[in-house]
């Protein structure tokens, strides 16, 4: 069964250093999104992505975060200065139409 | 309270017993949808319920929906320890159409089924 893969699984940074968090989305899918998950925490939507383009994005989506589609496979989370509270599960999810299929995460810790 | 909320926060129960998590939300929505966390792993999708339904099966998984309510509750019945994790249930609000929106997630019910 196809699924989401994200790489790497865990990242550990320095503060200030820029992160990149890898994802495969299913092949057939056409919306991509990215949450975080801070330990103990609710899951939150960071931003969702469709046509190349960000379709919606959150509050904690600030001008330090951005995303990319470079290829026809991989979708890119990118953190260009990271901070202490950056520190969070990343997660990558895609869908076709309704349902949001989710990768395992990546844990990022930012020391 | 907030959008997705789940309770009871925790549910410990023994195998073979019935677990019932429900939750709430504030906004009209386009479906809710049920996921499953293993402790520090990702989020595995349940089940999606959609506003104009109101009882889905898959399974041991049973999930209903009412609309004039805003809840949901999720119902796993003959449990197994292998149940045990954090259940959420997540709503789209999202315009539809040639979007499909964020999920916004509650913050869970930790299902303990002892063996």
Same mark, same amino acid.
């Given at each position: ?31 991509? &999104?990215w949450y975080r998950q801070i330990l103990g925490q609710k899951v939150e939507f960071l931003v969702s992505f469709y046509n190349n383009e960000i379709s919606e994005k959150s509050e904690i989506f600030d001008d330090q975060f951005s995303v990319e589609r470079p290829d026809g496979s991989n979708f ?13 599960? &990343? ?11 989710? *990768? ?8 | ?14 195998? *073979? ?7 709430? &939300? ?90």
């Amino acid at each position: 069964e196809p699924e989401v893969t994200q790489t790497p699984s865990h990242q550990v940074t320095q503060m200030g250093q820029e992160v990149i968090l890898r994802c495969v989305p299913i092949s057939n899918h056409l919306y991509f &999104y990215w949450y975080r998950q801070i330990l103990g925490q609710k899951v939150e939507f960071l931003v969702s992505f469709y046509n190349n383009e960000i379709s919606e994005k959150s509050e904690i989506f600030d001008d330090q975060f951005s995303v990319e589609r470079p290829d026809g496979s991989n979708f890119t989370l990118k953190i260009r200065s990271t901070k202490l509270e950056d520190s969070a599960m &990343y997660f990558c999810a895609s869908t076709m139409r309704e349902t949001q299929y989710f *990768g395992p995460g990546t844990r990022l810790l930012v020391l | 309270s907030q959008q997705g909320e789940e309770d009871p926060q925790a549910l410990s129960i023994q195998e *073979g017993e019935n677990a019932t998590m429900n939750c709430s &939300y504030k906004t009209s929505i386009n479906n809710l949808q049920w996921y499953r966390q293993n402790s520090g792993r990702g989020l595995v999708h349940l089940i999606l319920i959609r506003s104009n339904e109101r009882e889905k099966h898959s399974g041991r998984l049973r999930v209903t929906l009412d609309t004039s309510k805003k809840s949901s509750s999720l119902l796993i019945t003959a449990s197994r320890a292998a149940d045990t994790a954090s259940y959420f249930c997540a709503t789209d609000a999202g315009a539809g159409g040639t979007s499909y929106g964020k999920l916004t997630f509650g913050q869970g019910t930790i299902l303990t089924v002892h063996p």
